[in-house]
């Protein structure tokens, strides 16, 4: 299995005021999958995916990629893990706001030997023509394709997204989502998404229903749809 | 209801403690000092107003050749004034230095004692403070001549010396190598009357109600005295430099002092400017929010700030406890440094709490909401978006793909950090001003030694005294005879021993007026100065060219100092002599011009000490000692501040670059976390920010030299034309840009290791909680 979740627990608070927030999550993913978590609000999927991205820790457990647990490594090797096996897409793109949006994109570049082509990724993204220009100078979804092509152009094994349509009108979210697949079908990347978005289970190949900390549901789609298709 | 959110302002000082606590400490210790310096200034000023009374300072003093009977003081004293002995002898001590014992005066020119007690019996004397400092003499040292020896009783401070000048022409006093003392009357009277000086002070029975009436009181009364008695010499009070130079002097640092204190206060007001900014551009959506439900911008300026104005009005009360207290005291040791000062008590100043408390604040106050305002003219609509550019959308600068992406990284962030950056601009400069002066001083004055060594006239240069007597308007024969007895004893047989003629005049220009200008008169084939004076040729001395800008082909109009009338010279050349501000004509043209006898001369150059000369012919020799007094006497009085001032200017150049390389940091506190979570190193990161503001330090510290150097050339040449008569070059060598480029790295070495560690605690949940 290429990523491994296993036994995860996590709380956050002290005494009274203790939230456990993973109660033990197991979960395994494949190579090339596209795995959502669903769930309501609080029910501890961008948690799950903060520690799978190594930017959280668990209290019990492990994460393991490959082979390699996480837990056990120290910050100078999970900072490795992270440049070598991962890419991150955020809600709120957080694209650094004083790089223009190619060199947003070559902060993720530099960190890999063999980056894919910059130009190619601009294209792919349909950013091209806006690539000197500051992220505030591009609307939402031009920002969260910036911060796509910036996980994307280390070529990552695992792209964690968090909510990346959250912030983003129908349209857009469809391009983003149809933008993921074709990267994913490409690339063949491992993408572990967390959405409130129920309607995106349809393209994912598994799907995990979080809920109070716990896997309520977890299954392999068979019968899976494009992202083109999704409607919602 | 009181506003809640003032109640984040302690939460604020708490998170921020460390940002808070160096504003603050750079607050405390500049206010501090200023207040302490305004305080001692003005105890001191009052210390001194009031000694003129407190120890009745005289209004006057003239020599005399022989002790005036008591029918001669009878009719001197016709003049409506009275009249005291105060009479003097001098001893060379076995350490090198001459010092004047006066008997203990009680009715006039009364001293203080400082330490120890007055002297009471035979052996025992009292030697003045300052003097005694400068040459490590304890109170229960002996001291001694070759005749005799005393035991040091304690230390005094003379009111009629509170600069010790041994000589009213002097340009500058010299504490080391001349002191004043003061012995039983007993004891005083068992002195040789052969090594007494007759000096007499005299003072008013009804003040002058002006200087112009105190100058033609002293006028008439010279004239009074030259009749009566045969004056070696006559000074009235506001001539003497040993009573006015201290009083002249007092107060010339003040608007140095406020100028340095209102800088930082400008600095620091922007420093709180940027700090704002940066937590309103954080807090962009709370803000809108804000202004959403109802809350008016002036409460949100008003609260935001509520922190600047907090910490300066702290920072200025204890300051000024600070002032009052502990640097109040350092500052007066100063002045005691300077000066041989009574002693003074504490007095409340109005001008100190003004300058220090209310003015900064104010300052403070006009600054942050100069850029409050403009920062918080934005809608509340953009402030919820984070919109908060009121112009059109800025356009990246391009930057080619060739440019290696982390030049480019780091080019952004400058591009970003560019207020930042200036403001880090202007700390430099202000502090790399302070160091500058620190460093420099010392070695200015070296220099100045150093060249006046190499390049003196001669080694020994004599300034006859005319005795008063040849001076005589009113009794022609009197006058005659004395000039024949002064001609035929101021002859020597010394065969290095060459004649010239000196006569002073007063600057008219508007660069240093009144300003005393040495006209030397000298021999066409002159072995000491070599210069071609044929008729109507006039050089200067280098000194003075250079003090008032002059050149070759300048006319310059000199004047007589008590009289209109006037001189016109043009000037043929520059001839390379800082000793002094002097002028070189042919001696009998000098002589013509003044009216004065063909063969007239009034001193020698030699190369060999001159003994057979009286000395009470000799008004002056002026040798290396002489001419190096400044340098000497600004070593001694600025010496030790000038740590001060270079560990001062180190407090500022850390406290700022820490304060805005933290800033930088802060600005991209969300990008650190993001590409944190990326995948880059603490190194990596570290390489992005800190190198770009290392780069700008370095940068700055370059440019800061170059612009300090000029600035200090204007402030060294307005130091040398306000406070003391002659000229000291502003001559540095390369090394004092070294040791200022090392100390400004070392210093934001510190700072960066710090930057470092800051980065490395940004932590990655911070990309995650913000949006941008």
């Not at chain 1, 795995?35 to 520690?51: A, E, F, H, R, Y």
């Not at chain 1, 152009?153 to 391009?175: F, M, Q, R, V």
């Not at chain 2, 006028?219 to 009235?236: Q, T």
């Not at chain 2, 308007?473 to 001609?487: A, D, G, T």
Request: with cysteine.
């Amino acid at each position: 299995m290429f990523l491994e979740i296993n036994n995860i627990k996590k709380s956050f608070g002290e005494a009274e005021n203790r939230i456990e927030v993973l109660k033990g999550i197991d979960l395994s993913i494949d190579k090339g999958e596209f795995c959502v978590l669903l769930g309501p609000s609080g029910s501890g999927k961008s948690t799950l995916l903060n520690i799978i991205g190594g930017i959280d820790s668990s209290d019990e457990g492990y994460i393991s990629i490959d082979g390699e647990k996480t837990g056990e490594m120290k910050e100078k090797k999970l900072t490795l893990y992270r440049r070598k096996h991962l890419g991150y897409i955020f809600q709120m793109y957080n694209l650094i706001p004083n790089l223009t949006i190619r060199e947003n994109i070559e902060v993720g570049a530099y960190l890999s030997d063999k980056p894919l082509d910059i130009d190619d990724m601009l294209q792919t993204l349909g950013i091209y023509e806006h690539q000197h220009k500051l992220p505030n100078q591009l609307s939402g979804g031009q920002q969260q394709r910036t911060a796509i092509g910036r996980a994307l152009i280390k070529n990552p094994d695992i792209l964690l997204c968090d909510e990346p349509t959250g912030a983003l009108d129908y349209n857009t979210s469809k391009g983003i989502l149809k933008l993921i697949e074709t990267v994913n079908q490409k690339y063949g990347n491992t993408v572990v998404m967390v959405t409130h978005n129920d309607a995106i289970k349809y393209m994912a190949d598994q799907v995990v229903h979080l809920k109070d900390g716990t896997i309520r549901k977890s299954y392999h789609n068979e019968n899976k749809i494009p992202a083109e298709e999704l409607d919602w | 209801m009181r506003n809640p959110l003032q109640k984040r302002l302690l939460r604020e000082l708490r998170d921020e403690a460390g940002k808070y606590a160096v504003i603050f400490i750079l607050l405390v210790a500049t206010i501090g000092f200023v207040s302490g310096f305004l305080v001692a200034d003005s105890s001191m000023r009052i210390t001194y107003d009031e000694s003129f009374e407190k120890y009745n300072i005289e209004d006057g003093y003239f020599d005399v050749k022989k002790e005036m009977t008591q029918e001669q003081k009878a009719v001197l004293e016709k003049n409506e004034i009275t009249i005291y002995e105060n009479y003097f002898m001098e001893e060379e001590l076995t350490n090198g230095s001459t010092l004047r014992i006066y008997a203990d005066r009680e009715d006039v020119d009364r001293g203080c004692l400082m330490e120890g007690h007055l002297p009471e019996q035979a052996g025992e004397i009292a030697i003045d403070r300052m003097y005694a400092e400068n040459n490590k003499i304890a109170v229960g040292d002996t001291i001694g001549s070759a005749d005799r020896e005393w035991t040091v009783s304690g230390y005094v401070a003379l009111s009629d010396y509170s600069s010790l000048f041994s000589d009213n022409n002097d340009s500058m006093f010299d504490a080391v190598k001349f002191g004043v003392a003061i012995v039983p009357k007993e004891d005083f009277d068992t002195f040789s009357k052969k090594t007494l000086h007759y000096r007499y002070a005299w003072t008013y029975g009804t003040e002058p109600v002006n200087e112009t009436a105190e100058n033609d009181r002293a006028e008439d009364l010279m004239k009074a005295m030259g009749k009566a008695v045969s004056l070696e010499s006559f000074v009235p009070r506001y001539q003497n430099q040993a009573i006015i130079f201290t009083g002249n002097d007092m107060g010339s640092d003040k608007g140095m002092m406020t100028a340095l204190l209102y800088m930082i206060i400008v600095i620091l007001a922007f420093v709180f400017g940027i700090t704002i900014s940066n937590t309103i551009t954080k807090e962009a959506n709370t803000i809108g929010t804000l202004r959403a439900s109802g809350y008016t911008r002036g409460e949100l300026v008003r609260h935001y700030i509520s922190m600047p104005l907090l910490v300066t009005l702290i920072g200025a009360v204890l300051g000024n406890i600070l002032g009052y207290t502990v640097l109040e005291k350092v500052v007066c040791q100063m002045y005691y440094g300077s000066y041989s000062l009574t002693k003074y008590v504490t007095a409340w100043s109005g001008e100190a709490f003004w300058k220090t408390t209310v003015v900064p604040i104010i300052m403070m106050m006009i600054i942050n909401l100069l850029i409050l305002n403009h920062k918080m003219k934005v809608s509340p609509l953009k402030f919820i978006r984070r919109d908060l550019s009121r112009r059109k959308q800025k356009r990246a600068v391009r930057l080619g793909v060739m440019v290696p992406f982390f030049t480019r990284f780091r080019l952004r962030i400058i591009f970003q950090n560019m207020s930042n950056y200036a403001m880090l601009l202007v700390g430099i400069i202000f502090a790399n001003l302070l160091l500058f002066f620190g460093l420099a001083l010392p070695e200015v004055l070296d220099h100045y030694q150093d060249d006046i060594q190499q390049n003196m006239l001669s080694s020994y240069q004599y300034m006859l005294s005319v005795p008063v007597s040849v001076m005589s308007e009113e009794s022609k024969i009197k006058s005659l005879i004395s000039m024949l007895e002064f001609s035929k004893a101021v002859e020597t047989d010394n065969e290095s021993a060459e004649k010239f003629t000196a006569y002073s005049l007063n600057t008219t220009d508007d660069i240093c007026d009144g300003e005393e200008i040495l006209l030397y008169g000298i021999q066409k084939d002159s072995q000491y100065v070599p210069l071609d004076v044929s008729e109507g040729q006039v050089y200067i001395s280098k000194g003075y060219a250079d003090k008032h800008l002059l050149k070759a082909g300048h006319t310059i109009t000199l004047k007589e100092k008590y009289k209109d009338d006037s001189y016109d010279f043009v000037v043929t050349g520059i001839y390379d002599y800082m000793g002094t501000l002097s002028l070189f004509i042919n001696q009998d043209q000098l002589n013509e011009m003044f009216d004065l006898d063909q063969d007239y001369f009034s001193g020698y150059f030699s190369d060999t000490e001159i003994t057979d000369i009286n000395d009470k012919y000799i008004g002056s020799v002026v040798d290396l000692e002489a001419l190096t007094k400044i340098s000497r006497q600004l070593d001694v009085s600025m010496g030790s501040m000038m740590y001060l001032v270079d560990g001062f200017a180190i407090l500022i150049f850390m406290v700022l670059i820490y304060l805005l390389s933290k800033i930088v940091i802060e600005k991209n506190g969300q990008s650190i976390s993001m590409v944190k979570i990326l995948g880059y190193g603490n190194g990596e990161i570290s390489r992005l920010y800190i190198f770009s503001t290392s780069f700008m330090v370095v940068l700055f510290l370059l440019l800061s030299m170059v612009i300090d150097y000029y600035f200090m050339l204007v402030i060294f040449r307005q130091i040398m034309l306000e406070s003391f008569s002659g000229w000291i070059e502003f001559h540095i060598t390369a090394g004092i840009f070294i040791k200022m480029f090392i100390l400004g790295i070392v210093t934001y070495a510190v700072v960066a290791v710090l930057e470092v560690r800051k980065i490395r605690k940004v932590p990655m949940d911070e990309a995650l909680k913000n949006v941008e």
